[in-house]
């Protein structure tokens, strides 16, 4: 496989453009747990020291945030801008490429008055990999790819009467061809579990609903693999029969 499921961590790394991907950072999500009264001190500063960590082991030249990168759907707070602030200040020295989430509204606005360094595109294509969020349809040159790697449904897996953060790698699905006049056949899905560990996620037949990849059965989820942050193989998503959610 040219990409990496970097053991242990909810990130991918793309060998071949030596590029670190994560999902659904959320930030600003411990701010909206503290006023509930759960509070998480140094939410953002574990995200950036994960991030920074990874990059130094990977040698990567650079990070692909696939979306949600904060957690407010409309202009952040005050605490929420400064907490990306500090975010993208403490990793301005790689480069980093945004591709935009649908609570990410007005990112490129931020990141501008922000003065940091970071592309924002609604889809990032290389040689064989594309990355998307996932709350939106991919291009036809996507799906020409060999990988089409998505976050967006926070996928997880019961085991052992809690959920945990999981990969899913799915293959294409029979409704394919009533979306996209060509595709490539033999292209993979890989589904992000998401990198804020404050988000565990949604039993995968729940993310579904809300990635039209799946729900559109565009790729076939009843018959994708499912991998451990281990990357220890759990069987496929049929597999598993209980349907419920801990996160939505």
Known sequence: MDLEFITDHPAIFIKKERLIAVGDLHIGRDLVLGKSGVHMPNATERLIQSILLLSRERKATGIVLMG??????????????????RFFYELRKLQITITKGNHDPRIEE?????????????????????LMHGH??????AMMKKYLVTAHSHPAIMMNGT?????????????????????NRRIKLVITPAFNELITGSDLSTGAKFAPLLRNNIFDLKKAKIYSLAKKPLGKVEDYTEIKSDWA
């Open 163 to 183: 959920y945990e953060k999981a990969w899913a790698v799915a293959g294409i699905g029979k409704n394919a061809r009533k979306f996209y006049e060509k595709y």
């Open 68 to 85: 949600d990168v904060k957690e407010s759907l409309a202009y952040p707070s005050r605490e929420e801008y400064e907490e990306l602030s």
């Open 136 to 141: 939106a349809m991919p291009s036809g040159e």
């Open 110 to 130: 931020i990141v501008k008055r922000l003065d940091a360094s970071v592309s924002v595109v609604k889809e990032l294509l290389l040689e064989d990999v594309a």
